[in-house]
């Protein structure tokens, strides 16, 4: 199983509530993947935080955390940056950042992939350029996995947009990290993920056909 819907990426310094509290709240309004980020931590302060939202995201059905970085924090899934490492470490679920057809290109034995930046972020401003919703669907063609899509998207008809281009699901930092009510805003998301996916025409991918076996002569 692969991240789908809208998956939550933290930033502790961004969020307007404790990040276990933004998490819960997020939970609470559908989010079932969580991306822990948290690089600056020490690694007992992040295996400790990860504990905690695993914790919650095991009480919520299909819930399950990913760890940014090669380090599973004793867990078994991990997202790693574009620059490496090469080739993945082993773990259950292998995530990786992408950019373009290039990094597409340099997969391996990885689970998905997020692209990024779909829109302007406020979270990297200047980051970029964006891909847009068409240059979104144009690298999802060219994806070997499935693809989130990252960078800007805060409203409904954004995660829409991303999903009708084929993304499998959205990931998400500043919308839920910034928000006034974390559940509310990831109702709505989690609401037009799912009519989404569940409407949108998706991208044919091509699967090789087995060879042809020869008939036995009668």
């Known amino acids: 199983m692969v991240p789908s819907g809208v998956v939550l990426l933290t930033d502790r310094w961004q969020a307007r509530w404790p990040l276990v509290e933004v998490v819960e709240a997020a939970v609470v309004g559908g989010v079932r993947w969580v991306v822990l980020r948290e690089k600056d931590l020490s690694r007992a302060e992040r295996a400790a935080l990860a504990a905690e939202l695993r914790a919650i995201l095991t009480a919520a ?107 499998a699901g959205v990931a998400v930092l500043g919308a839920l990290m910034r928000a006034d009510d974390p559940t509310e805003v990831a109702a709505a998301l989690t609401g037009a993920a799912g009519r989404a996916g569940h409407g949108a025409a998706r991208p044919a991918r091509s699967r090789p056909q087995p060879p042809p076996q020869p008939r036995e002569a009668t």
């Open 61 to 167: 059905a299909g819930g399950r955390l990913i760890v940014a970085g090669p380090d599973p924090l004793d867990g078994d899934a991990v997202h790693l940056p574009a620059a490496g490492p090469y080739p993945p470490p082993a773990a259950g679920l292998v995530g990786r950042s992408c950019h373009d057809a290039t990094e597409l290109g340099r997969l391996t034995t990885e689970d998905y992939v997020t692209l990024s930046p779909v829109f302007p972020t406020r979270t990297k401003p200047g980051y970029g350029p964006p891909l847009h919703p068409a240059g979104l669907r144009e690298l999802i063609a060219a994806s070997p996995v499935p693809v989130l899509a990252l960078g800007g998207i805060e409203t409904p008809d954004q995660v829409r947009e991303c999903m009708v281009a084929g993304a």
